[in-house]
């Protein structure tokens, strides 16, 4: 927390410097030797959620590149799954308004490079499938608490104490978990609404909408940890950079976009 204050504070006193300068400060932060530490000690790559940041940036100028380093976001964190819909929406958009395949194949071959290499360097070694099995499908539901110590709205709007199992009746026969799930997937109906209804897209409206996704994920579902919100704080602090008033100009009572 200490640590993010400080870089708010930097950003805060190079808002008029150019973006070079800015730059350079994000990416000292970015290789924080502090944060980069602690992924090694509790075995998390966190900081990998750049990742899903890349993905975006490039996703309209080089689908290619875009879909390659989405390739390694998915085989780093699978917590990149969130961010699909933001993908899939904009190429569907592009498919009904401009009837170009040419980039989505691009983002398709891309994405395929990486993960044929992973898939045969696990499978000559005949582990190809523990690897699925322990990435992808055991790391789910570990904790099936309703907060693994995030600030999100089971604790702190509705009160539930973190340890409740998500189990448990929240009301009728729907679960802690199912009625978690149902919200975010109205959420993130709600981003697919605002990206269909937006007349044009660029690259800013695509990472706001990535942005508001990460948060939703945080937010709305049980067995979430504090870490999950890394992808908010990276996607807001360079949507900021390329939208200096963004926050300035948001009308907080009708929409965060």
Same mark, same amino acid.
């Given at each position: 927390?200490?640590?993010?204050?400080?870089?708010? &504070?930097?950003?805060?006193?190079?808002?008029?410097?150019?973006? $070079? $300068?800015?730059?350079?400060?994000?990416?000292?932060?970015?290789?924080?030797?502090?944060?980069?530490?602690? &992924?090694?000690?509790?075995?998390?790559?966190?900081?990998?959620?750049?990742?899903?940041?890349?993905?975006?940036?490039?996703?309209?100028?080089?689908?290619?590149?875009?879909?390659?380093?989405? +390739?390694?976001?998915?085989?780093?964190?699978?917590? +990149?799954?969130?961010?699909?819909?933001?993908?899939?929406?904009?190429?569907?958009?592009?498919?009904?308004?401009?009837?170009?395949? $040419?980039?989505?194949?691009?983002?398709?071959?891309?994405?395929?490079?990486?993960?044929?290499?992973?898939?045969?360097?696990?499978?000559?070694? &005949?582990?190809?499938?523990?690897?699925?099995?322990?990435?992808?499908? %055991?790391?789910?539901?570990?904790?099936?608490?309703? %907060? +693994?110590?995030?600030?999100?709205?089971?604790?702190?709007?509705?009160?539930? +104490?973190?340890?409740?199992?998500? %189990?448990?009746?929240?009301?009728?026969?729907?679960?802690?978990?199912?009625? &978690?799930?149902?919200?975010?997937?109205?959420?993130?109906?709600?981003?697919?609404?605002?990206?269909?209804?937006?007349? %044009?897209?660029?690259?800013?409206?695509?990472?706001?909408?990535?942005?508001?996704?990460?948060?939703?994920?945080?937010?709305?579902?049980?067995?979430?940890?504090?870490?999950?919100?890394?992808?908010?704080?990276?996607?807001?602090?360079?949507?900021?950079?390329?939208?200096?008033?963004?926050?300035?100009?948001?009308?907080?009572?009708?929409?965060?976009?």
């Amino acid at each position: 927390m200490i640590d993010f204050i400080v870089f708010i &504070g930097v950003l805060f006193f190079l808002r008029k410097e150019n973006i $070079k $300068k800015r730059t350079i400060a994000l990416l000292l932060f970015a290789f924080n030797p502090a944060i980069i530490l602690d &992924g090694p000690i509790w075995g998390q790559v966190d900081l990998l959620y750049s990742f899903m940041l890349l993905t975006i940036l490039f996703l309209i100028s080089n689908p290619f590149l875009a879909g390659t380093i989405f +390739s390694l976001a998915m085989l780093a964190k699978f917590q +990149s799954i969130v961010i699909p819909p933001i993908v899939g929406i904009y190429f569907l958009l592009q498919i009904f308004r401009l009837k170009v395949l $040419k980039s989505i194949m691009y983002f398709i071959f891309g994405f395929i490079i990486p993960w044929e290499l992973i898939a045969c360097f696990f499978s000559l070694k &005949g582990s190809f499938l523990n690897v699925l099995k322990q990435a992808y499908l %055991s790391a789910v539901g570990l904790w099936p608490e309703v %907060s +693994s110590n995030a600030a999100n709205i089971w604790f702190y709007l509705l009160g539930i +104490s973190p340890t409740t199992k998500d %189990s448990q009746i929240f009301f009728g026969e729907i679960t802690f978990k199912q009625i &978690g799930l149902l919200l975010f997937d109205l959420a993130v109906l709600y981003v697919v609404v605002y990206l269909c209804v937006s007349k %044009s897209l660029d690259t800013i409206k695509l990472l706001k909408a990535a942005a508001a996704i990460c948060f939703f994920f945080f937010m709305l579902p049980t067995q979430m940890h504090e870490r999950y919100s890394f992808p908010v704080a990276v996607f807001l602090i360079i949507i900021n950079l390329y939208d200096t008033k963004w926050l300035k100009n948001i009308n907080w009572n009708n929409s965060i976009f």
